[in-house]
């Protein structure tokens, strides 16, 4: 099913969820989008709902200081400038705008990132939804790389956050300041808007010209049905 502007063009769900089993012990919808697609963006506006969000994204930096194992895997790859010091000189985070540069410019490097990291954000995602309260209907598992890290798979349902790139790209340079180059590697890294949408459940549609709220409110009608459909 897929949601376009403001129009809902169907409620029937693409891969029949009533006969199908639930993955996780309360029902999950992927979110994902290329860079400035909005993603961030539509994420708040389920938070606004109520629904519960997880942001794959953040749970990673924290890891990166929170466990030192990862983060010496880190910079014995990518080196000590993408390490943040405290003042006696020990590594106690690392510096994700460094890091971010050299990972997209590097070949392997996003590859490396995602299979040492993506682990401990799958648990963490686990450890988040156990201290979920039971009046939960569904929740919402944010993360830029959805398909590339494989946490798709543990998703009940998926929404892509889809944008023209040239509008993606100017929302960038405004919010970031990235120059073109830089920006233009992240999207390289990513998948792209066709194949996400290929793999999706739901598409929001977030061009300048389109009513993005509506979409939100009527899609999250759908999923909570279903939802609860599946806890039955």
């Known amino acids: 099913m897929r ?37 961030s963006t539509v994420a708040k506006v389920f938070i606004a709902l109520g629904v519960p969000v997880f942001n794959a994204d953040k749970a990673a930096h924290s890891i990166y200081a929170e466990n030192s194992k990862i983060r010496t895997s880190v910079i014995d790859k990518f080196g000590a400038e993408v390490a943040v010091y405290d003042s006696d000189g020990k590594a106690v985070d690392i510096d994700r705008q460094a890091l971010g540069k050299l990972a997209f410019s590097e070949e392997g490097g996003i590859e490396f990132l995602n299979d040492l990291v993506h682990p401990a954000v799958g648990k963490a995602f ?44 100017s929302r960038v340079k405004r919010r970031d300041g990235h120059d073109i180059a830089v920006i233009e590697g992240k999207l390289k890294a990513q998948s792209t808007d066709v194949l996400r949408e290929s793999l999706s459940d739901f598409i929001l549609r977030n061009n300048d010209s389109d009513m993005l709220l509506p979409q939100i409110e009527k899609l999250h009608i759908v999923i909570q049905g279903k939802s609860i459909n599946f806890s039955k």
């Open 3 to 39: 949601i376009c502007s403001a129009k809902v063009v169907s409620i029937s769900f693409l891969y029949s969820m009533d006969s199908t089993v639930n993955k996780n012990e309360i029902f999950t919808v992927g979110l994902t989008g290329g860079i400035g697609s909005g993603k």
């Open 126 to 169: 686990q450890d988040w939804v156990k201290n979920l309260p039971s009046t939960v209907s569904y929740v919402i598992r944010e993360a830029a790389i959805l398909f590339e890290s494989g946490s798709s798979k543990s998703c009940d349902a998926v929404v892509t956050v889809s944008a023209k790139e040239a509008q993606r790209i």
